[in-house]
């Protein structure tokens, strides 16, 4: 079994920002800074914008008032979202099936991230039209994420495939939700790949936690996980044994010390919380429980300034 940490390292192993390249300023929005904007004034040479700046409209103004029309950007990696189910369906579509939660909220969530996302699926649970779809991706991939729905035939099947197409492994991490964990590079280029969680909740906290974090080195972030404060707990929880558990929560103050309230219940919907969670409470692996008043890590899950 890995640890969280461990897995990390390996999903960030040997990835580097994507190859720069020269755009115009109407497309460089969303964009990093690949190379600082400098200025000349008077033989003095100064930094106008310095690399590693995620390019937004305030920055754009200060570049067409520099008369300056074009800039060095990392782009955007491209991010293929597939999902497997014959279950599945798209939401509103057809009642008899389950809707595709994670097909949804995976490319949402890659969007929001700074990716530019393409949404394949739901797809049949065949082995040959699975293979055939992620060969078809490849040509404009710079990452693919897959999950399947609540089917664990469909997770085997699926992960059958992709050893077919490349290296990839499926661990158990110490991590509730999403202990299942599946990574590696598939294809001719050692495209990453990602196995999520079927579970909604653990494929979202999989995203934060080890996705993201590659999209934004891809994009040249230097900054690329969310941030982590300590903040006083409202409410007794409890952890999970050899697991780290991480709970939705939301944040207040009181005072001037951060306060967090759990947002979860085993008597509530299963998705509880998953609207209003500005936050995740991090419970560390060997912990049975935290009590009300105790200081806790919390990972800000919405805080603005990640860059």
Not at 55 to 62: E, F
Not at 226 to 238: M, Y
Request: with cysteine; net charge negative; hydrophobic share 45%.
């Amino acid at each position: 079994m890995r640890s969280v940490e461990q897995h990390l390292e390996a999903v960030l192993a040997n990835v580097a920002p994507l190859e720069s390249l020269e755009v115009g300023l109407l497309g460089s929005v969303g964009c990093v800074l690949a190379e600082q904007v400098t200025t000349n004034d008077n033989g003095n040479e100064h930094v106008l914008i310095p690399q590693g700046t995620a390019i937004g409209a305030r920055h754009v103004a200060l570049l067409a008032a520099a008369n300056l029309g074009r800039i060095w950007v990392h782009p955007k990696p491209r991010v293929v979202i597939l999902t497997i189910g014959s279950d599945l369906a798209d939401p509103g579509t057809l009642e008899d099936l389950r809707p595709d939660i994670n097909g949804i909220a995976l490319t949402i969530a890659s969007t929001a991230a700074g990716a530019m996302t393409f949404r394949v699926g739901p797809l049949q649970s065949d082995a040959d039209l699975i293979r055939s779809a992620i060969e078809d991706q490849l040509v404009r991939a710079d990452v693919i994420i897959t999950a399947c729905g609540m089917n664990a035939g469909d997770y085997d099947l699926l992960t059958s495939v992709l050893r077919q197409l490349g290296r990839v492994e499926v661990s158990r991490v110490n991590m509730t939700p999403g202990g299942a964990q599946g990574f590696g590079v598939i294809g001719p280029d050692a495209t990453p790949i990602f196995v999520l969680p079927g579970n909604p909740v653990g494929a979202l906290l999989s995203f934060d936690i080890f996705v993201r974090p590659l999209i934004r080195r891809l994009m040249g972030h230097s900054k690329l996980h969310h941030r982590v404060i300590e903040a006083r707990l409202e409410s007794p929880v409890d952890g999970a044994g050899d697991d780290a558990r991480y709970v939705r929560a939301r944040l207040s103050r009181s005072g001037n010390f951060p306060v967090v309230k759990s947002l979860e219940n085993s008597s509530d919907h299963p998705l509880s919380g998953l609207a209003t969670a500005d936050a995740l409470i991090v419970i560390p692996a060997g912990t049975d429980r935290l009590n009300a008043g105790d200081t806790v890590k919390v990972m800000q899950i919405d805080a603005p300034g990640d860059e």
